[in-house]
C-alpha cells in the first residue's frame, strides 16, 4: 500500500517570540493518520489564537511509520522555548487492517489479524521515544474509531475503485466482529494509559473519545430488565473509515478543547511548583534558625540528654 507523508509547520516566531531567547509559549503537535487529513489546511478548522500547532499527518500510516516520521519532524522543531508542550496522537486503524489484491489486481481492505495489545505496546514505544526527545512534553493518545469492512466495500464499488470481491459476506462479518473486539481492547488501554502520571507532570492527561463517535445507545433486555449499551454505528464514516465534515469538525473541536484544558492545568503545575520551592526555602531557612535557637537553649540540652 502506498503511503505518504502531509507535514504542515506554523512558524514559531510569527511576531511574538519576544525577547531574544525568552520562551515562546505553548505549542501542541496532532500527530494523525489520515483521519485528521485536512486538520492543518481546510479552513473549517479555526486555528486558535492562543497556542501554537504544528501538525504531522501520514496517511495510510501504522503505529511505527507514524513514530518514524515525527521523531524526524522534532530534529527540525526548536522545542527548547515552548512552554508547556501538548502531544495529540490519533493513530492504530492501520495496523488492524491491511490490503490484498483479487483477481483483477483491485485491492480489498481485509482485517489484519492484529491484536489490541500488541497495537498498544507500539503506541507505548511511540510514547516513550517522544518522552525521550521532550521530556517535559504531556502525551496523549486518541482513541481508535473502529471502521466498517461492508460500507468501505461498498464505498469502493460505488466509485469504481473495486469491480469484483473475492471476500465473501461471511468473511466481513468475522472480520468486523473480530476488529471490533480487538479496537475495544485497545481503546480501553490507551484510556488507562492516558491517565497514568507522566515524567515531568504530576499526572497523565485527558483522554479525547473519538470512537464514541460511531457508536449510539442502544438498550438490551436481560431478564426483566433493560441495560443501556453501546453498538457501532458507522454513518458519521461516509467510506467506512474517515470521517464527515461533520464528524470532523467535532474530532477538531474535542483536540482544541483538551490541548487548552491541559495548557492550563501545564502552567497551574508549574506555578504551583515554583511555589512549592520558594515555600520549601523557607521553611528550610526556618528550621535551620530554629535548630540554632534550641541549640543554645538550656531546655533543648536538658530534653536531649532525658
Known amino acids: 500500500m ?24 505553548p505549542l501542541a503537535f496532532i500527530v494523525t493518520d489520515s483521519r485528521g487529513n485536512n486538520f492543518d489546511s481546510n479552513r473549517i478548522f479555526e486555528q486558535p489564537p492562543d497556542f501554537k500547532i504544528e501538525y504531522c499527518i501520514v496517511r495510510g500510516a501504522t503505529v511505527n511509520e507514524l513514530k518514524d516520521v515525527f521523531l524526524q519532524r522534532l530534529n527540525s522543531v526548536d522545542t527548547n ?14 495496523d488492524f487492517t491491511k490490503f490484498i489484491k483479487n483477481k483483477n489486481r483491485e485491492r480489498e481492505l481485509v482485517y489484519s489479524g492484529a491484536k489490541g495489545l500488541e497495537i498498544y505496546e507500539k503506541i507505548l514505544e511511540f ?36 469491480t469484483v470481491s473475492e471476500i465473501s459476506d461471511d468473511d466481513l462479518l468475522k ?15 490507551i484510556i488507562f494509559g492516558n491517565c497514568e502520571k507522566q515524567s515531568g507532570h504530576l499526572k497523565g492527561c485527558r483522554t479525547i473519545s473519538w470512537h464514541r463517535s460511531v457508536c449510539r445507545l442502544g438498550k438490551v433486555k436481560r431478564g426483566k430488565k433493560y441495560q443501556k449499551v453501546y453498538k457501532n454505528d458507522f454513518r458519521e464514516l ?17 483536540l482544541i478543547l483538551a490541548i487548552r484544558a491541559e495548557i492550563g492545568y ?30 543554645d537553649s538550656w531546655d533543648f540540652k536538658r530534653g536531649q540528654l532525658m
Open 2 to 25: 502506498v503511503r505518504y507523508c502531509v507535514c504542515y509547520v506554523i512558524r514559531l516566531d510569527r511576531g511574538d517570540s519576544g525577547v531574544d531567547g525568552a520562551p515562546i509559549g
Open 81 to 94: 522555548r515552548c512552554l508547556p508542550i501538548i502531544v495529540k496522537v490519533a493513530v492504530g486503524i492501520n
Open 127 to 162: 510514547k516513550a521515544a517522544v518522552k525521550e526527545k521532550i521530556p517535559n512534553a504531556l502525551v496523549g493518545f486518541i482513541t481508535v474509531p473502529p471502521i466498517s469492512f461492508k460500507k468501505y466495500k461498498e464505498h469502493c464499488f460505488e466509485n469504481k475503485k473495486l
Open 175 to 189: 472480520f468486523q466482529k473480530d476488529l471490533e473486539k480487538e479496537v475495544e481492547l485497545l481503546n480501553e488501554k
Open 238 to 254: 461516509y467510506d467506512g473509515i474517515h470521517g464527515t465534515s461533520a464528524i470532523k469538525q467535532k474530532w477538531f473541536s474535542q
Open 266 to 295: 501545564t502552567k497551574a503545575e508549574a506555578a504551583q511548583s515554583s511555589d512549592d520551592i520558594i515555600a520549601g526555602s523557607s521553611v528550610v531557612e526556618h528550621s535551620q534558625s530554629e535548630d540554632s535557637d534550641r541549640e
